[in-house]
């Protein structure tokens, strides 16, 4: 995706990218931290994991984009001490320079973790981490579309562009590959809250949850595979 991309400041004084020729920033204009754990920790794995307590966590990630949320995942695995299995995916990686112009680890400083924000930055595609005994983790650099799995999810981090963006990643059929990867009591979850969406979500066969988003954004979507 050779777009240019400019860096923006968000209300929340984290970074994100703008790439104006898609109208689209990687993360909201209202916060790109406080998204980013509200939509995606906050309501999609500690949901998962509040009604699991005793299992661990696989989760898929379409979308690494920045990998802000792939390490806030890592941070709540070590911090309440849950096995989290981790594969994130991402057709266009972003460049470790343009990675570490975003100063994440300053939102971070005073943190235990054995590795930041820069570290994850440079860790290698294709190959898998153990980085302590809660977290698993490998990046794969590769299409949602393309993506195959004989192993299910436990969670799913819809986080994809917008659908003005990548209209072709909100279609019903990806919603059903969804709920296909996912065992039985996985949730999806996603800032998205089109109705198209929710329409498609129920089709493949999910109970879907319309939730108050995240600052600037009224609503936003979890489902659940009964």
Known sequence: MAHEKQIIKTSDGSFTFRIEGLKETYHSRHGAMIESKFVYIDTGFHFWAENNPNKACRILELGYGTGLVTYLSYLEAERF???????????FPLTIHELHSLNYDSFFEGSSASFSFRDFSIMDWQKRYFLS????????????EKFQSSQLFDVIYYDAFGAH?????????????????????????SYCA?????????????????????????EMLRAVKP
Do not use: N, T
């Not at 001490?81 to 057709?91: G, H, M, P, R, V």
């Open 165 to 189: 963006a990548q209209p072709e990643l909100w279609e019903p059929r990806w919603m059903k590959k969804c709920y296909d990867l996912l065992s039985v009591g996985g949730v999806w979850v």
């Open 194 to 218: 089109k109705g198209s969406v929710r329409r498609g979500l129920e089709e493949a066969g999910f109970q879907v949850s319309r939730l108050p988003g995240p600052p600037g954004k009224r």
């Open 133 to 144: 005994h809660y977290f698993k983790f490998i990046k794969s650099k590769i299409h949602f």
């Open 81 to 91: 001490q849950k096995e989290i299995d981790y594969l994130s995916l991402e057709a």
